[in-house]
């Protein structure tokens, strides 16, 4: 990873979405160890150093699925960047649980939505996108933020809203999550309360 900066002291922080950024590291610019480390970093698996006047390097070895984060490097104490995306998928595979809309929805808005339930992700950026055969409306679903489970993995939540005339016609509806090459995919006919399913791609 490669943050810019120019002050004498240099930080790097772990952030995950929804939770409180930690910090890896402090060291001053050009020198060749760490001043310090945050709570669970250590001079074994994480170091860095200034490539040159503005640019300064995050070095991290043998990287763990939880090492998962978005790396962030500060322009000052308070400002910080968009930062870097390090993803390290874990070897489970996510569950996606489909719900079809309701039927008060549907004769009360005219709108039917479904709902994708996403878990046993190992990272939280797991990117989740819609699909319909059959038919041919907008598809513009919302995502919630990731949160973690008691058992470190992550989860969260992807609705879809279509005009209910789409969901009567028997539209088949494909909720999709990636997380790294892994790509799984659930479908939902009207036919069906919900579904659960685990495919792989």
């Not at 919302?142 to 992807?158: E, I, L, N």
């Amino acid at each position: 990873w490669i943050g810019k900066g120019e002050s004498q002291y240099m930080r790097w922080f772990k952030q995950i979405p929804g939770e409180t950024p930690q910090l890896i590291l402090e060291y001053k610019r050009f020198s060749s160890e760490a001043n310090f480390y945050g709570s669970g970093f250590s001079s074994s698996r994480f170091t860095s150093k200034s490539t040159d006047e503005e640019n300064n390097q995050l070095v991290i070895k043998a990287t763990e699925v939880g090492d998962a984060a978005m790396c962030v490097h500060p322009d000052s104490v308070t400002l910080f960047g968009t930062g870097t995306q390090l993803m390290v998928a874990g070897p489970q595979q996510p569950t996606l649980l489909i719900f079809q809309p309701s039927a008060e929805e549907m004769t009360t808005r005219g709108t039917a939505t479904l709902l994708c339930v996403v878990s046993d992700l190992s990272t939280p950026f797991a990117p989740v996108s819609w699909t319909a055969e059959g038919c041919s409306p907008s598809l513009m679903g919302r995502s919630s933020a990731p949160f973690r489970q008691p058992d470190g993995t992550f989860a969260m939540s992807s609705s879809l809203t279509v005009p209910a005339a789409h969901w009567r016609e028997g539209c088949v509806f494909a909720c999709t999550v990636q997380q790294g090459e892994r790509r799984v995919q659930v479908r939902l006919r009207r036919s069906e309360c919900w579904v659960s399913v685990q495919k792989e791609k």
